[in-house]
């Protein structure tokens, strides 16, 4: 598929013929074997598999946070190879929102002024209608004026999905956001991520280790050897956890 064709397609994020490889010699790792994968807009994945097969380096190429050695990736109909490091700079401020493990708020400024960080950054003014929806969907109306230590760490990680949610980017990726949470929380958060897939549209990308965490995604990848090599629609924590079993063999 040519990069024209993968554009036109309904792909929030498609990448073909992905590599990338770490270090030289004896200290060589592919952790990226010609990668072929197309996320569908407004579908939750989880990205799982064994330690050191590829997951975070997949998601940080796919994000743009790490240089893929070749192939390309497609977001909003553009090349992320292509782009120059002002163009990605761009793109990944407003076409992709991220979701991490350590909430990465900014201490010093409310609930409020995190959330409409990244478009005040971008010089952008919020639609208010969407920032009362993502607000309500999320259930942080009263605690907006709260700087992050005053709040729960569920209560910080659902700013954080607010933030990631107000741009209305392509796509959110997600790197164990639940990480941090005890299970009641994380599975309170996973449940509003999901909901954001099915009612706000959104397109979620998230690695995760946990089969619990996983069960909320509408599909999961697995990944093995710096592939992918099987997927699961519909998991839930006993189909998760006996095809993660099955890799390990
Ligand atoms: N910066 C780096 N320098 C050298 N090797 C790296 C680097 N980052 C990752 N690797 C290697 O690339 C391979 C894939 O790593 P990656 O972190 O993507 O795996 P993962 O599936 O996310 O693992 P984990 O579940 O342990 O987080 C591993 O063999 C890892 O050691």
């Given at each position: 598929?040519?990069s024209e064709?993968?554009?036109?397609?309904?792909?929030?994020v498609?990448?073909?013929?992905?590599?990338?490889?770490?270090?030289?010699?004896?200290?060589?790792?592919?952790?990226?074997?010609?990668?072929?994968?197309?996320?569908?807009?407004?579908?939750?994945?989880?990205?799982?598999?064994?330690?050191?097969?590829?997951?975070s380096?997949?998601?940080?190429?796919?994000?743009?946070?790490?240089?893929?050695?070749?192939?390309?990736i497609i977001?909003?109909?553009?090349?992320?190879?292509?782009?120059?490091?002002?163009?990605?700079?761009?793109?990944?401020?407003?076409?992709?929102?991220?979701?991490?493990q350590?909430?990465?708020?900014?201490?010093?400024?409310?609930?409020k002024?995190?959330?409409?960080?990244?478009?005040?950054?971008?010089?952008?003014?919020?639609?208010?209608?969407?920032?009362?929806?993502?607000?309500?969907?999320?259930?942080?109306?009263?605690?907006?004026?709260?700087?992050?230590?005053?709040?729960?760490?569920?209560?910080?990680?659902?700013?954080?999905?607010?933030?990631?949610?107000?741009?209305?980017?392509?796509?959110?990726?997600?790197?164990?956001?639940?990480?941090?949470l005890?299970?009641?929380?994380g599975?309170?958060?996973?449940s509003?991520?999901?909901?954001?897939?099915?009612?706000?549209?959104?397109?979620?990308?998230?690695?995760?280790?946990?089969p619990?965490?996983?069960?909320?995604?509408?599909?999961?990848?697995?990944?093995?050897?710096g592939i992918?090599?099987?997927?699961?629609?519909?998991?839930?924590?006993?189909?998760?956890?006996?095809?993660?079993?099955?890799?390990?063999?």
């Amino acid at each position: 598929m040519t990069s024209e064709t993968l554009s036109k397609t309904e792909y929030a994020v498609a990448a073909r013929g992905l590599t990338k490889t770490y270090g030289h010699g004896t200290t060589r790792v592919e952790a990226l074997r010609d990668v072929n994968v197309s996320f569908e807009r407004s579908r939750f994945t989880a990205i799982m598999g064994p330690s050191g097969s590829g997951k975070s380096t997949l998601m940080h190429c796919l994000a743009g946070l790490d240089s893929a050695d070749s192939g390309e990736i497609i977001i909003g109909g553009k090349n992320l190879l292509d782009l120059s490091d002002d163009q990605l700079t761009e793109m990944r401020r407003e076409q992709i929102g991220f979701v991490f493990q350590s909430f990465n708020l900014v201490p010093t400024i409310s609930a409020k002024d995190n959330i409409l960080l990244p478009m005040s950054l971008a010089g952008k003014k919020h639609d208010r209608n969407w920032f009362n929806t993502v607000i309500d969907a999320l259930g942080l109306g009263d605690r907006l004026n709260h700087k992050p230590h005053e709040l729960s760490g569920g209560q910080q990680q659902r700013v954080a999905v607010a933030r990631a949610l107000l741009t209305r980017p392509e796509v959110v990726f997600g790197d164990e956001p639940t990480g941090n949470l005890d299970s009641r929380t994380g599975a309170e958060v996973l449940s509003l991520m999901r909901t954001s897939t099915r009612e706000m549209g959104q397109t979620i990308i998230m690695v995760t280790h946990d089969p619990v965490a996983a069960s909320y995604a509408d599909t999961v990848l697995l990944m093995k050897d710096g592939i992918i090599v099987g997927s699961i629609q519909e998991p839930t924590v006993a189909t998760v956890t006996e095809a993660l079993a099955s890799l390990a063999e």
